[in-house]
């Protein structure tokens, strides 16, 4: 993984952070330009996610024989533990103390639903969010994982045309039938083709790095982003979703600047942690520090955000790396292709 990639994950996971502290502490009600731009332009970090996650994808399984069962396997190893973990600490705070987090719901069809990426309305009527609301995000996760996976069964000049179409057709035709859900009709998940179509050209012809290019688009992507005000549909992907993938471009443009730097790196690979975690963080730091204790919602943000960061240091170290490397020994390795393959 590109050291430049993981800064710029690390950006995202913690930009959604502080757009859900304004959730949280605040109601998305702000008081001066700051609060304003998280409370609106926050979400943005799931949009670089997934361009990311299509570029990270591409690039990782270059090069390597994969099956399709071996693929998924590898797949639900490295994302399935920490979100099941992290969504039955949010059901157990439901289910004994739903004061905590008061605008959260809990069923055990939703649960069940939640467990398999199965998209479904939440217990407290808000939307298609699972019970960690967070992780509606990996409904659109699995579902590129199962699309990619299938496209490996096809030739290999054929995938990446198999792939872009069966994600085109889910999301026009599919999505709108009943046997798969509407929620899959969000033009998001097209953000996924933007970083797959990254990974291609970078794993082919690579990409220069640069002094000034770099930061000069990702002045532009951020210029561009912060225009929008909470798009939604179409207008999200144009506004904010090819942006972020000028960013990830960018960022990679910046790889000779940022590729020894330690502490992007491990932050970079705490991310998925720190997405999972911060809002069962900041709903307990809510409950306990700022309606029990009184304290201000910026001193409760102070003491949540380092909880935050160590949390995600130990989730990544003793439930995404150990426990997933356990799990991988008794997964097949994949073979690197030949040359002649």
């Known amino acids: 993984m590109l050291i430049s ?4 994950r690390a950006l995202a996971a913690w930009i959604v ?12 009600e702000a008081d001066n330009w700051v609060e304003y731009l998280f409370s609106t332009r926050g979400q943005v970090g799931v949009d670089i996610f997934f361009v990311i996650s299509g570029f990270v994808i591409t690039v990782s399984t270059r090069g390597k024989s994969l099956s399709t069962p071996q693929f998924l396997l590898h797949r639900l190893v490295r994302i399935v533990p920490a979100y099941w973990l992290y969504t039955a600490i949010t059901a157990a705070i439901l289910y004994f103390a739903s004061s905590v987090m008061p605008e959260y719901g809990l069923s055990l069809k939703g649960l069940l639903m939640s ?5 479904t309305e939440n217990p407290a009527g808000y939307g298609y969010y699972p019970i960690l609301p967070v992780g509606w995000t990996l409904n659109f996760e699995m579902l590129f994982y199962v699309v990619f996976a299938a496209s490996l069964m096809l030739k ?11 994600i085109v057709v889910i999301n026009t035709l599919f999505a709108h039938q009943p046997f798969i859900s509407s929620f899959y009709t969000d033009p998001i998940i097209f953000e996924f083709l933007l970083g797959v179509g990254i990974g ?5 012809h690579g990409l220069p790095g640069g002094r000034w290019w770099p930061i000069v688009l990702a002045l532009t992507s951020l210029g561009t982003i912060l225009a929008f005000n909470d798009p939604s549909g179409m207008l999200r992907f144009v506004a904010w979703g090819l942006p972020g993938a000028a960013l990830v471009i960018a960022f990679i443009g910046m790889e000779p600047r940022l590729g020894h ?9 705490w991310s998925y942690s720190t997405y999972l975690l911060h809002v069962i963080v900041l709903w307990s730091g809510d409950y306990v520090l700022t309606r029990q204790y009184g304290l201000s919602p910026y001193l409760a943000l102070a003491i949540c955000v380092p909880i935050i960061a ?24 994949p073979r690197r292709q030949t040359a002649t393959a």
């Open 310 to 333: 160590i949390g995600s240091w130990l989730s990544y170290e003793f439930v995404e790396k150990k426990l997933s490397r356990r799990l991988k020994r008794y997964l097949p390795a």
């Open 5 to 8: 990639v993981q800064a710029l």
């Open 17 to 28: 952070v502080f757009h859900h502290f304004m959730q949280v502490f605040f109601g998305f």
């Open 200 to 204: 291609v050209i970078y794993s082919r």
């Open 261 to 269: 730097n330690r502490v992007v790196k491990a932050m970079g690979d």
């Open 156 to 166: 290999r000049q054929w995938r990446l045309w198999g792939l872009v179409l069966a």
């Open 115 to 119: 467990l398999f990426f199965i998209p």
